[in-house]
């Protein structure tokens, strides 16, 4: 997969939570499971569909699930894995 930005990888869980939610002036630190109509299986649908879109795998045992109820920390997150893929 090529190289992508933080700025393109934030455009796309954006993209990729607001297919899911009503609410699409999220602030990118809110909570997804307090500030949304989203929840617990919703936050997993989001997951998967970040896994496939950039096909990762999210290590859940050594990742902090908080981390990832966020735009920011999920794009944090992928970027990490995105980084350490192309042997960053």
Known sequence: M???SEH???GA????????????SLD???NLLERTNLDSLGVVEIL???EEEFRVNID???VDPESLL???G???HLSLLLEGSNGG
């Open 2 to 4: 090529k190289n992508q």
């Open 8 to 10: 393109e990888i934030r």
């Open 13 to 24: 869980v954006r993209r990729l939570v607001a297919e899911r939610i009503d609410e699409v």
């Open 28 to 30: 990118d630190s809110a």
């Open 48 to 50: 998967v569909a970040i």
């Open 60 to 62: 859940f045992v050594t």
């Open 70 to 72: 966020s735009i920011s």
């Open 74 to 76: 999920l794009t944090r």
